[in-house]
């Protein structure tokens, strides 16, 4: 295949990098400019903002191996799982590299339109296609680039087929790029073994006949994210801006920031705007997505995380059911896990964007097809709390409180976590489990001294055709249940009156009671978390908490000792460092623990803590805490025992 002639003028020009910027940054006319106070004047499509909840296919060739995310980098990382796998089954990347992987992905059973009704089908109100990931592999057809889909592996315009299925589906159509952090991320073909039979024979990304597909050696220091190669600049922009120009997207996702932090990104921006205003006589549809706070200019984007409270502006969160390419050793995440993450970023004014795993052939694992359709049982039902809602004065109420951030999303909820939207005069209420005795105590909703407030008229549960009976305490809106379980995910429930407004809610710890042999069990989801960075997660199958990265941040339970006497103190807790240890202390007695390094997060190993004495019967707090700010290592601890001896 030739070179296409942008990438060989690029190629030729591969000398000692001048300083200077991005030449040519033509923008489709219109009222945006390359400039942030340009794009003060974005306001994101009520599309959007109604969505809440997108379907995104992160598929491409790096999905041959089934080995996951960041094959095509880590394959040229001798020692690594992916080298050794790659040396195994294809040969040395010095003769058999990336680009001999590529025509392996033939997507031969590939059928977007049956995919897209089974996206729709599950709630999907907007579906995003790969565009490029880092492997520098385009998936649409692209003039000014060879290594793309119609010429190497499936030969189809894949970008194409997407978008022509999501748009006969009537759905949005996005594309994401991850060609920003393409030039410094495949460095490493460039490289040679260190040692054994292959030491010093270089890569096959050496070779500047590859460098079409590998590019060209960065200069020495252009390590970072984002290239400082004014070329690589330039070639960035002119290759996203032809699959905006061809393909006119709905949405655009960058990996990453701004692109190059500088007019170049801002530049992309304007022109996907200008090139919407332009398609939709004068009104603006497009969204751009890319992992930088906005203040509105653009939707930020959190990478597996979540935003930690309401976002005046809309945001999206982007996570996987499993890897971010096809896997063979993950398993996928719980149905649970997608409802959960579904409700309570839409209560923050948020949207997920889900990739759903493909396999390298185009077509789903039956489990993936099952979780769907019960996705789509699940929305049929509950949607309507979800889908063009927006969110209330408070996101909720509950024991988990995600800190916002990217790559934190493992959260442990429970019925008592609930999440409030409204479409309307209608406020709704999500309860993220179903609660226990058929009760559910919503405590934001509690009478207040005045009655003006939460003047309640109705309660009604979603999929449920009977009456609910109520009752307004200053305990909070207490509701009580059909006998029947509905599900075991949600209890989303529809309450019409007038003066919604949250009633001020204290927490309350939960006493730990012992049972007949007077031992004590205090888990994760009892425990009282003082900080704004610990979080009940889970890891390995069972809840913890974690995000102990502050010393100062502690941990507490209240327990009811009924029989004095001296109780042996055990825990189980994870970490990966070693010397870590912590300090429990209760009724006046401190006990130093040393944690063993267990090698992984959600390895839990037993600890012995000691003996506490406890002298009376009554209530104590059991606290954890860092022994010293200096000495700290962060542990997850999964629960505490206290046992009579």
């Known amino acids: 295949m030739k070179t296409s002639l942008v990438r060989v003028l690029i190629l030729a020009a591969a000398l000692p990098v001048a300083a200077a910027t991005a030449a040519n940054l033509a923008i489709t006319p219109g009222k945006y400019t390359g400039t942030m106070e340009s794009l003060t004047n974005y306001v994101c499509p009520e599309w959007f903002r109604d969505a809440k909840f997108g379907i995104w296919a992160h598929w491409g060739p790096q999905a041959v191996p089934m080995e996951g995310d960041w094959y095509a980098r880590k394959m040229y990382q001798q020692g690594s799982a992916d080298y050794r796998d790659h040396l195994q089954r294809y040969g040395h990347p010095s ?25 729709k089908k599950a709630g999907a109100k907007y579906f995003v296609s790969m565009g490029t990931h880092h492997d520098d592999f385009f998936l649409w057809n692209s003039p000014l680039h060879s290594w793309n889909a119609l010429h190497y592996g499936p030969h189809r315009d894949v970008v194409a087929d997407w978008q022509k299925a999501a748009r006969k589906n009537g759905l949005p159509f996005g594309v994401s790029e991850h060609l920003g952090a393409s030039f410094t991320w495949f460095q490493d073909a460039h490289k040679a073994d260190r040692t054994g039979p292959w030491a010093g024979i270089p890569y096959d990304g050496a070779n500047s006949n590859n460098w079409d597909l590998y590019h060209f050696p960065a200069e020495k220091g252009d390590t970072q994210w984002y290239s400082n190669n004014p070329r690589w600049q330039q070639q960035w922009y002119d290759e996203i801006k032809q699959l905006v120009d061809d393909y006119h997207p709905d949405l655009l996702y960058s990996d990453g920031g701004v692109a190059f932090g500088n007019e170049v990104g801002l530049s992309q921006i304007a022109n996907l705007y200008n090139d919407s205003l332009r398609q939709h006589h004068g009104k603006i549809t497009a969204v751009y997505n890319c992992k930088q706070p906005s203040e509105g200019r653009w939707v930020q984007d959190y990478e597996r995380g979540v935003n930690g409270g309401i976002n005046p502006h809309p945001w999206q969160t982007d996570t996987s059911i499993g890897d971010w390419f096809y896997n063979r050793h993950w398993k996928y995440q719980p149905l649970s896990w997608t409802v959960h993450m579904l409700v309570d970023i839409t209560s923050k004014n948020g949207n997920l964007l889900l990739n759903v795993v493909l396999r390298p052939d185009g077509t789903l694992d039956p489990e993936v097809e099952t979780m769907l359709q019960q996705l789509a049982e699940w929305n049929a039902v509950n949607g309507e709390a979800i889908f063009g809602t927006r969110p209330w004065l408070v996101y909720g109420e509950g024991e988990v409180q995600a800190k916002g951030g990217a790559f934190k999303e493992n959260f442990k909820y429970s019925a008592r976590d609930i999440r409030f939207t409204t479409k309307g005069k209608t406020l709704y209420a999500t309860a993220l489990g179903w609660p226990g005795e058929n009760k559910l105590v919503i405590r934001s909703l509690g009478r207040t001294a005045d009655h003006t407030q939460n003047q309640i008229r109705r309660v009604e549960l979603l999929g449920y055709r009977g009456g609910l009976k109520f009752e307004q305490t200053a305990e909070g809106l207490i509701v009580a249940l059909p006998p029947q379980k509905l599900s075991d995910l949600t209890c989303s429930l529809r309450i019409t009156g007038k003066n919604f407004k949250p009633a001020p809610v204290v927490p309350k710890a939960a006493v730990v009671t012992p049972d007949n042999k007077n031992r004590l069990s205090l888990g994760a989801e009892d425990a009282v978390l003082h900080g704004t960075q610990l979080k009940l ?77 406890f002298k009376t019967a009554g209530i104590y707090e059991v606290k954890v805490r860092a022994a010293n700010a200096a000495g700290w290592k962060a542990i997850n601890l999964n629960n505490l025992k206290l046992a009579l001896q």
Do not use: H
């Open 95 to 119: 003769t058999n590299g990336w680009k001999d992987i590529i025509p392996l992905w033939r997507a031969e059973n590939w059928d977007p339109e049956k995919l897209m009704k089974l996206y």
């Open 537 to 613: 997660e889970e890891q390995g199958g069972v809840s913890c908490i974690g995000y102990w990265d502050n010393p100062a941040e502690w941990v507490a339970w209240q327990v009811q000792i009924n029989q004095p006497g001296n109780y042996r103190v055990s825990g189980n807790a994870a970490t990966v460092f070693e010397g870590a240890s912590c300090v429990l202390e209760a009724a006046s007695q401190p006990l130093t623990a040393a944690i063993p390094r267990t090698g992984a997060w959600e390895n839990f190993a037993s600890t012995d803590f000691g003996v506490l004495n």
